[in-house]
């Protein structure tokens, strides 16, 4: 990696040597940019959506029309970022059916260094975030929905499965002690 002239060092967080198109469970957290509350408020200890977070809550939702071999699990869209587990198949006649991650395999390089391997957890999330960017820019003319990359974790047995599961729909009752809440 090169130098920043300015001083700034973006460090990868992802794993070097796995190949992240390959079947498997992810589980996903995505911000809004400066952490801005976009998508809604907590009321009660329940996520109520605002219009930008509808249009969050469709986009995830039409995930698997964009990526057929996808399947979504629990997903929480919150007042400024939201989490979600994401299952890659490799082959959409396997969806039901979860491959937990073993081992890294073999990353290909992609012909534009820049851009995500096809069918990559990147390239999901990457598709996902335009998507919401480009409904809200275009019926609000807001931009700068996001802030820049995510947080991905590999989900690799059932176990964890379950724990990030529960963490997703405790979600909102924990609002109060959230990293992502800035009133904390």
Not at 38 to 51: P, R
Request: overall charge positive; charged content about 30%; glycine content about 8%.
């Amino acid at each position: 990696m090169k130098p920043d002239p300015r001083g700034r060092h973006r460090r990868s967080i992802r794993l070097k040597e796995y190949d992240y198109a390959q079947p498997g469970a992810y589980f996903v957290t995505i911000v809004a940019f400066r952490r801005n509350y976009l998508f809604g408020e907590i009321v009660d200890k329940e996520m109520q959506l605002n219009e930008f977070g509808s249009i969050a809550d469709e986009c995830w939702r039409a995930m698997p029309e964009h990526f057929p071999d996808v399947e979504l699990g629990a997903y929480v869209v919150m007042p400024n970022h939201m989490h979600g587990i994401i299952v890659i198949h490799g082959n959409p006649s396997s969806i039901g059916v979860v491959v937990w991650a073993r081992h890294a395999s073999l990353v290909q390089k992609p012909s534009n260094p820049r851009g995500f391997k096809r069918g990559s957890i990147g390239a999901i999330v990457a598709s996902f975030k335009s998507a919401v960017t480009r409904r809200i820019g275009r019926e609000r003319k807001i931009m700068g929905v996001w802030q820049r990359n995510y947080y991905e974790h590999i989900i690799r047995d059932e176990k964890e499965w379950d724990r990030i599961h529960r963490y997703i729909e405790c979600n909102p009752s924990r609002w109060a002690e959230d990293d992502q809440n800035p009133l904390k």
